[in-house]
C-alpha cells in the first residue's frame, strides 16, 4: 500500500446508509471520480461503504475499506443526582435533522416516570410536554457529563454518517434507542434497541420499555462498554 501510496492520494467518504436522500446519485458519481484515482478509499462505516459500491459501477469491492473514525471520550465522573425518575436525554446540534420533533412528539405519550433532557442548538418549542427540560446547547464536557448521569440515550437520527454521539453514549454505558436502518446501529450492536427513526410510536414503546426495565437497562449498558 506505502507503494502505491507514493503515487495516489487516499480518499476518504463518510455516508449515510439513508442512501435515497443523503447519498444522491450526483454524490456517487464525485465520489467515484475521488475513488477512481485513490490506492485506497476509507468509509466511516459497513452501510457507507454498501451506499458507493451501489452507486457506482467503476469502483471494486476491495478498493473501499470500512475505517471507522477515532473518537477520543474522557468522561467525568457521574454527577450525584436525587431525581426519582428515569432520566433520558438526546444530544443533537441540529434536533430538526436528527428527529428530535419525534422524541418530543413520543415523551408526551409516556406516563409518569421518564424524564428527558433536550441538548440542542435549536430554539425551544413553545409548548413542551412537563416531563421535558430543555438545557439548550452545552460544552462537550458538559454533554459527556450529562451522558454519565443519565439512565437512556435517545438518538433517532437518520442522517448520520456515523454518529459520534452515539459512540459516546456507548463509552458511558448507556442503552439507546437508535434508527435501525442508520450508522448508529451498526455501531451499537446489540447494545441499543432499533426502531424506525420516524415512527412515534416505535420510538416511544422503546423509550417506555427501556424506562421500565431497569434489568434491560443494565444488560443493555454492559454490551455497550464491552463493545
Request: overall charge neutral; some cysteine; proline content about 7%.
Amino acid at each position: 500500500i506505502s507503494r502505491i501510496r507514493s503515487r495516489r492520494s487516499r480518499n476518504s467518504c463518510s455516508n449515510s446508509d439513508h442512501r435515497k436522500k443523503w447519498f444522491p446519485a450526483q454524490s456517487a458519481r464525485t465520489h467515484e471520480r475521488f475513488v477512481q484515482r485513490a490506492a485506497l478509499s476509507q468509509c466511516w462505516s459497513e452501510l457507507g461503504r454498501r451506499g458507493l459500491l451501489e452507486r457506482t459501477s467503476a469502483i471494486t469491492d476491495d478498493h473501499v475499506w470500512v475505517v471507522p473514525p477515532l473518537v477520543y471520550v474522557d468522561l467525568p465522573p457521574a454527577a450525584p443526582t436525587d431525581a426519582p425518575d428515569v432520566v433520558a436525554v438526546f444530544v443533537g446540534a441540529n434536533g430538526r435533522d436528527k428527529n428530535l420533533r419525534v422524541v418530543l412528539e413520543a415523551m408526551a405519550s409516556i406516563g409518569p416516570g421518564l424524564r428527558l433532557d433536550v441538548v440542542t442548538n435549536d430554539p425551544e418549542p413553545g409548548h413542551l410536554p412537563p416531563s421535558v427540560r430543555w438545557l439548550g446547547p452545552r460544552a462537550r464536557p458538559d454533554v459527556l457529563g450529562l451522558l454519565v448521569s443519565s439512565d437512556i440515550h435517545v438518538f433517532p437520527s437518520r442522517t448520520e454518517s456515523f454518529g459520534g454521539v452515539a459512540v459516546e453514549a456507548m463509552a458511558a454505558g448507556l442503552p439507546q434507542v437508535v434508527d435501525r436502518s442508520g450508522v448508529p446501529a451498526e455501531i451499537a450492536g446489540g447494545s441499543a434497541l432499533t426502531v424506525d427513526g420516524d415512527d412515534v410510536e416505535e420510538v416511544a414503546a422503546a423509550m417506555a420499555r427501556l424506562a421500565s426495565d431497569s434489568t434491560l437497562r443494565t444488560a443493555l449498558a454492559s454490551r455497550a462498554r464491552q463493545r
